[in-house]
């Protein structure tokens, strides 16, 4: 009897749809009985024993009987979970579909059904028959007639789905997931939640945005190629970009570092071209040389070095990544370089297709930079982390070799631009608030950490660039070894007074000894004037020069000669800036007439690298910048910042522009002065009572002197040509002024 009643209860838990008519006489009439149960579209097999008799009632011969349970096995079949370890291409999830008539199908609806009910406005429970959700078990939607249903799918599953490449990813409610092992029975159903299947992965998704995320993170590491057979993959996800005649393959999401392993920013080009003109500059002193670039990203640097600079350079490309690496060896083939596998073994150079006529070969290694820089040498360092690159400094200058030449590219601008003061405190050990020139101030904090970590290593530097742009700071270092040069260049660190009422400036005074007055050293009174402290102490800052002349000179004649656009305007401007003149006084010569007389040796070269730099070593600038609107007189009209700066000269005072500040005046001139003459310029935005004259002049008055200020810049240009016979001028001046010296 306890048999029996098994039996019974369990055709009872059956549902009513999945039992035909006519089969409640049949299932008494069973001599053994029989237990069905469809779960997840399985039908599972029962045995129940009566009178010692054990009758069993197979899987086909329900099938037979029970037609109903067919197509709803079918269908529930592939909502189970797919397996990620079987080979694809695979069949689909039923809750990825294309269109919601597709989603409708699976629930045996036949296309137009709910229209065209509609529009005859019919019954739909005469029409119809309740039908489940294909995306929904039976304990959490119960079947329902057509026009519930469409709504339900509509509104539940469509509504809410994930849309990739045509298709939709809806959410699904079947047990797909897996099941906790503290839960059995009923409670399994309870515990169940919504979820999406991955197109790409076949993986479980539960919230909807972490689903939108898990597809970004596929298409920015390039899989997009879906494991079933319905999604077309697409041929190629790599985009090819040309800069200075190299091309590279990049991936999607290129120049969002956090996202792709392949690092490229296009707006790094300037910085790219200044880098490039420094390494042939060192070229030109000895070759070959030996450079690195420690992290490659696509490999574009390393590759326009070698592609440009050819036998006179060997390059190395270093990167940590495994696709960083896969990813410069594809564009070393595609601009037809060699790559050098191993350093160890020389039999390991990959071949070259037939017909390529390139030789070069760049070496590729995968390894932490410090260990790279820690195991060789080299003449030519260029360090461009994610951030700072403080990290790397010790290591830079360990192994670097005597007058070689680093160069480091920082980006953490938030910290270095003292938005983030805290940050620059933690990395380079420095106190800074936001001044007029927090520019100079971030080069100069750059510059500060790079020689307390040369000093470590028993090694000076020699500034030949400091630049700071937008994006990032670049610092170009020439590597002195010695003792005596450490010395040297540790004294160049001082802090800095800085007036935060006026903000006048000024390094502190050398020496050990602790002053009474520290507000005695600044040229401003405004301690006096004002009631309670007025000066901060900033640094400890680089209180050198910046910029060595003879050194840019030369790097602009490389910018001319390799066509390098972008990097001869800011060339320019920073000759005049480290001659500390305008441009009409900016005067060019030839920087390697020394060397036409006969080729000397590379030995000899070196040895008088060191003459040369004494000798390119002019008058150091004058520290800072003012900008002209931060001084600006109140109810005045300021001067023409050109007009200005020969007042300035005027006055006797050395003056030019900087790149730092587009409205910056770098002047020898103490801020009072700056001030007076900037006062005795400018005049009053009204009219009445000027004895000058009207300031507000009409049209006609304006255009006319528009029209003779362009006829005295177009008459100094030519003065300028007709005395300069080194022909490099020529080639500078032919393209127009540049955006940092552009006349206002």
Same mark, same amino acid.
């Given at each position: 009897?306890?048999?029996?009643?098994?039996?019974e209860a369990s055709l009872a838990?059956?549902?009513?749809?999945?039992?035909?008519?006519?089969?409640?006489?049949?299932? !008494?009439?069973?001599?053994?009985?029989?237990?069905?149960?469809?779960?997840?579209?399985?039908?599972?097999?029962?045995?129940?024993?009566?009178?010692?008799?054990?009758?069993?009632?197979?899987?086909?011969?329900?099938?037979?009987?029970?037609?109903?349970?067919?197509?709803?096995?079918?269908?529930?079949?592939?909502?189970? %979970?797919?397996?990620?370890?079987?080979?694809?291409?695979?069949?689909?999830?039923?809750?990825?579909?294309?269109?919601?008539?597709?989603?409708?199908?699976?629930?045996?609806?036949?296309?137009?059904?709910?229209?065209?009910?509609?529009?005859?406005?019919?019954?739909?429970?005469?029409?119809?028959?309740?039908?489940?959700?294909?995306?929904?078990?039976?304990?959490?939607?119960?079947?329902?007639?057509?026009?519930?249903?469409?709504?339900?799918?509509?509104?539940?599953?469509?509504?809410?789905?994930? !849309?990739?490449?045509?298709?939709?990813?809806?959410?699904?409610?079947? =047990?797909?997931?897996?099941?906790?092992?503290?839960?059995?029975?009923?409670? &399994?159903?309870?515990?169940?939640?919504?979820?999406?299947?991955?197109?790409?992965?076949?993986?479980? %998704?539960?919230?909807?945005?972490?689903?939108?995320?898990?597809?970004?993170?596929?298409?920015?590491?390039?899989?997009?190629?879906?494991?079933?057979?319905?999604?077309?993959?697409?041929?190629?996800?790599?985009?090819?970009?040309?800069?200075?005649?190299?091309?590279?393959?990049?991936? =999607?999401?290129?120049?969002?570092?956090?996202?792709?392993?392949?690092?490229?920013?296009?707006?790094?080009?300037? @910085?790219?071209?200044?880098?490039?003109?420094?390494?042939?500059?060192?070229?030109?002193?000895?070759?070959?040389?030996?450079?690195?670039?420690?992290?490659?990203? &696509?490999?574009?640097?390393?590759?326009?070095?070698?592609?440009?600079?050819?036998?006179?350079?060997?390059?190395?490309?270093?990167?940590?990544? !495994?696709?960083?690496?896969?990813?410069?060896?594809?564009?070393?083939?595609? @601009?037809?370089?060699?790559?050098?596998?191993? $350093?160890?073994?020389?039999?390991?150079?990959?071949?070259?297709?037939?017909?390529?006529?390139? /030789?070069?070969?760049?070496?590729? /290694?995968?390894?932490?930079?410090?260990? %790279?820089?820690?195991?060789?040498?080299?003449?030519?360092?260029?360090?461009?982390?994610?951030?700072?690159?403080?990290?790397?400094?010790?290591?830079?200058?360990?192994?670097?070799?005597?007058?070689?030449?680093?160069?480091? $590219?920082?980006?953490?601008?938030?910290?270095?631009?003292?938005?983030?003061?805290?940050?620059?405190?933690?990395?380079?050990?420095?106190?800074?608030?936001? $001044?007029?020139?927090?520019?100079?101030?971030?080069?100069? %904090?750059?510059?500060?950490?790079?020689?307390?970590?040369?000093?470590?290593?028993?090694?000076?530097?020699?500034?030949?660039?400091?630049?700071?742009?937008?994006?990032?700071?670049?610092?170009?270092?020439?590597?002195?070894?010695?003792?005596?040069?450490?010395?040297?260049?540790?004294?160049?660190?001082?802090?800095?007074?800085?007036?935060?009422?006026?903000?006048?400036?000024?390094?502190?005074?050398?020496?050990?000894?602790?002053?009474?007055?520290?507000?005695?050293?600044? *040229?401003?009174?405004?301690h006096g004037s004002m009631p309670g402290? &007025?000066?901060?102490?900033?640094?400890?800052?680089?209180?050198?020069?910046?910029?060595?002349?003879?050194?840019?000179?030369?790097?602009?004649?490389?910018?001319?000669?390799?066509?390098?656009?972008?990097?001869? *305007?800011?060339?320019?401007?920073?000759?005049?800036?480290?001659?500390?003149? /305008?441009?009409?006084?900016?005067?060019?010569?030839?920087?390697?007439? !020394?060397?036409?007389?006969?080729?000397?040796?590379?030995?000899?070269?070196?040895?008088?690298?060191?003459?040369?730099?004494?000798?390119? @070593?002019?008058?150091?600038?004058?520290?800072?910048?003012?900008?002209?609107?931060?001084?600006?007189?109140?109810? #005045?009209?300021?001067?023409?910042?050109?007009?200005?700066?020969?007042?300035?000269?005027?006055?006797?005072?050395?003056?030019?522009?900087?790149?730092?500040?587009?409205?910056?005046?770098?002047?020898?001139?103490?801020?009072?002065?700056?001030?007076?003459?900037? #006062?005795?310029?400018?005049? =009053?935005?009204?009219?009445?009572?000027?004895?000058?004259?009207?300031?507000?002049?009409?049209?006609?008055?304006?255009?006319?002197?528009?029209?003779?200020?362009?006829?005295?810049?177009?008459?100094?240009?030519?003065?300028?040509?007709?005395?300069?016979?080194?022909?490099?001028?020529?080639? #500078?001046?032919?393209?127009?002024?540049?955006?940092?010296?552009?006349?206002?």
């Amino acid at each position: 009897m306890a048999a029996e009643e098994a039996a019974e209860a369990s055709l009872a838990r059956l549902s009513p749809e999945r039992r035909q008519p006519g089969r409640e006489d049949d299932d !008494e009439n069973l001599e053994g009985g029989g237990e069905t149960a469809a779960l997840n579209g399985v039908v599972v097999s029962g045995k129940v024993k009566r009178n010692n008799l054990d009758v069993k009632v197979t899987e086909s011969e329900l099938e037979t009987e029970e037609k109903g349970t067919e197509e709803e096995s079918t269908r529930e079949s592939d909502s189970n %979970i797919l397996d990620v370890s079987s080979g694809y291409p695979r069949e689909k999830h039923i809750s990825i579909q294309r269109h919601l008539a597709d989603l409708e199908k699976l629930a045996d609806l036949k296309e137009g059904e709910f229209t065209m009910a509609v529009s005859q406005n019919t019954d739909l429970h005469v029409t119809d028959e309740k039908k489940p959700c294909p995306l929904c078990p039976e304990e959490k939607f119960k079947a329902c007639y057509s026009h519930k249903l469409h709504r339900h799918l509509q509104n539940l599953h469509w509504k809410v789905s994930v !849309e990739f490449e045509g298709y939709r990813m809806c959410i699904c409610h079947l =047990p797909c997931r897996p099941v906790k092992p503290n839960l059995i029975g009923d409670q &399994t159903f309870s515990k169940m939640g919504a979820h999406y299947h991955c197109i790409i992965c076949s993986a479980t %998704i539960t919230r909807r945005t972490d689903m939108i995320g898990h597809i970004n993170r596929h298409v920015n590491k390039g899989e997009t190629e879906s494991r079933f057979i319905t999604v077309p993959a697409p041929k190629s996800s790599h985009e090819v970009l040309k800069e200075s005649a190299t091309d590279v393959q990049v991936l =999607p999401n290129y120049s969002t570092p956090q996202k792709t392993d392949s690092y490229f920013n296009p707006k790094m080009k300037l @910085n790219r071209q200044l880098i490039f003109c420094a390494l042939a500059v060192l070229a030109e002193e000895r070759k070959p040389i030996e450079c690195l670039d420690a992290f490659g990203a &696509t490999g574009i640097m390393g590759l326009q070095w070698a592609k440009h600079l050819r036998s006179s350079v060997k390059v190395t490309i270093n990167d940590c990544n !495994e696709n960083s690496v896969t990813m410069i060896h594809e564009n070393c083939h595609l @601009n037809k370089m060699k790559v050098k596998l191993n $350093t160890k073994e020389d039999d390991n150079d990959e071949a070259m297709r037939d017909g390529e006529e390139n /030789t070069d070969t760049i070496e590729v /290694t995968k390894m932490d930079a410090n260990v %790279i820089m820690h195991l060789r040498s080299f003449d030519f360092i260029h360090l461009d982390p994610f951030g700072t690159s403080v990290n790397y400094l010790d290591s830079a200058f360990r192994n670097v070799r005597n007058l070689g030449i680093v160069s480091l $590219t920082s980006t953490d601008i938030s910290s270095l631009y003292a938005k983030a003061q805290h940050v620059a405190l933690r990395h380079y050990g420095c106190n800074i608030v936001r $001044t007029e020139y927090y520019k100079e101030l971030a080069a100069r %904090i750059v510059i500060a950490a790079v020689t307390r970590a040369a000093a470590r290593c028993n090694k000076g530097i020699e500034v030949l660039l400091a630049v700071a742009l937008e994006h990032f700071v670049l610092v170009v270092v020439r590597v002195l070894r010695g003792p005596s040069p450490a010395d040297d260049s540790a004294k160049k660190i001082r802090y800095l007074i800085h007036c935060q009422w006026c903000e006048e400036r000024i390094f502190q005074k050398e020496g050990n000894m602790v002053e009474e007055n520290p507000y005695q050293q600044l *040229p401003c009174d405004c301690h006096g004037s004002m009631p309670g402290k &007025t000066a901060v102490v900033l640094g400890p800052l680089w209180s050198g020069a910046l910029f060595n002349t003879g050194f840019l000179r030369r790097m602009l004649f490389e910018a001319v000669q390799y066509g390098l656009d972008e990097a001869q *305007p800011l060339l320019k401007t920073l000759v005049c800036e480290a001659e500390c003149t /305008t441009l009409k006084h900016f005067s060019t010569h030839s920087p390697y007439d !020394e060397n036409k007389q006969g080729k000397r040796k590379s030995d000899e070269v070196i040895r008088n690298a060191g003459k040369r730099q004494k000798s390119e @070593n002019s008058a150091e600038h004058p520290a800072f910048y003012y900008n002209i609107h931060r001084h600006s007189i109140k109810g #005045m009209n300021m001067p023409k910042l050109n007009k200005f700066l020969n007042y300035l000269s005027e006055a006797g005072y050395r003056v030019s522009r900087t790149h730092f500040d587009p409205m910056g005046v770098r002047t020898n001139a103490p801020l009072a002065q700056f001030k007076t003459i900037l #006062m005795k310029y400018s005049t =009053p935005t009204y009219a009445g009572g000027q004895a000058e004259g009207p300031v507000h002049l009409t049209e006609d008055v304006q255009a006319g002197e528009q029209v003779q200020a362009a006829a005295d810049c177009k008459a100094e240009d030519d003065e300028f040509l007709e005395d300069d016979k080194s022909g490099v001028a020529v080639a #500078m001046f032919t393209k127009d002024y540049p955006t940092h010296c552009a006349a206002d």
